[in-house]
């Protein structure tokens, strides 16, 4: 069974203050790994698309990488407008299956 | 606007009563997905559709139906609702990428259902 575990829970962050935030995956046949942004009450905002290891894809002061187990959500100089819950998801085998993480909350305070 | 839209917003049934979840977008999108958000458990995928007339299960499927007669709406159908169905619904689309994978998912705004 596909599973997906992003660690930690939560973390609070002091603007400015950068840190990552991990995903680690145990699955057959990874067809790509997505990263989503979640804010309250609000459907999850795509941010990235990883798809091989090696990969890395950047937006503004975040940057996404990926291994073979794992794929890291770098925040560089976070904001108080980054406070949000960060989803990663992995889309597995011959069918478009995609499981989700059950997400970071992310708290950056001014 | 390109925009997945989902209605209605907030519902509330009773048990036993069928219900319809409306989902429409705009963007052309191949594939088109329902997941249903619940406190420690996260998104699950009910069910998804690759294109027209093509749909398939996802992780927690029973007590849903889907079906997918135009490209741009994807309703998700509750026969009999129960209570643990209540919970938020999200429905997504994403276009394909070169190996006909869905590149990335652009949600709607959620619909809150509660079966009493």
């Known amino acids: 069974e596909d599973q997906v575990t992003q660690s930690p829970e939560a973390l609070r962050l002091q603007e400015g203050e950068s840190s990552s935030l991990n995903c680690s995956y145990t699955v057959s046949g990874l067809r790509g790994l997505f990263w989503y942004r979640q804010d309250p009450g609000k459907g999850p905002e795509f941010l990235f698309t990883?798809?091989?290891a090696g990969e890395e894809k950047e937006k503004e002061r975040l940057k996404a990488t990926l291994t073979k187990k794992e794929s890291f959500l770098h925040i560089t100089a976070p904001k108080p407008e980054d406070s949000a819950t960060y989803l990663c998801?992995?889309?597995?085998?011959?069918?478009?299956?995609?499981?989700f993480g059950k997400g970071i909350t992310l708290s950056v305070r001014p | 606007e390109a925009q997945v839209t989902q209605n209605p917003r907030y519902l509330i049934t009773v048990t036993g009563k069928k219900l319809t979840v409306t989902c429409s977008q705009n963007m052309n999108h191949e594939y088109m997905s329902w997941y249903r958000q619940d406190p420690g458990l996260g998104l699950r995928q009910i069910y998804y559709s690759m294109n027209v007339e093509v749909t398939d299960k996802g992780d927690v499927p029973e007590g849903y139906k889907v079906s997918r007669k135009e490209k741009r709406n994807f309703p998700l159908i509750l026969e009999s609702p129960s209570p643990n169905q209540t919970s938020l619904y999200f429905c997504?689309?994403?276009?394909?990428?070169?190996?006909?994978?869905?590149?990335?998912?652009?949600f709607g705004s959620g619909t809150r259902l509660t079966v009493v």
């Open positions: 997504a689309s994403s276009p394909r990428d070169r190996l006909y994978f869905p590149y990335g998912y652009t």
């Open positions: 990883l798809y091989s």
């Open positions: 998801a992995v889309l597995t085998g011959a069918n478009s299956k995609l499981t």
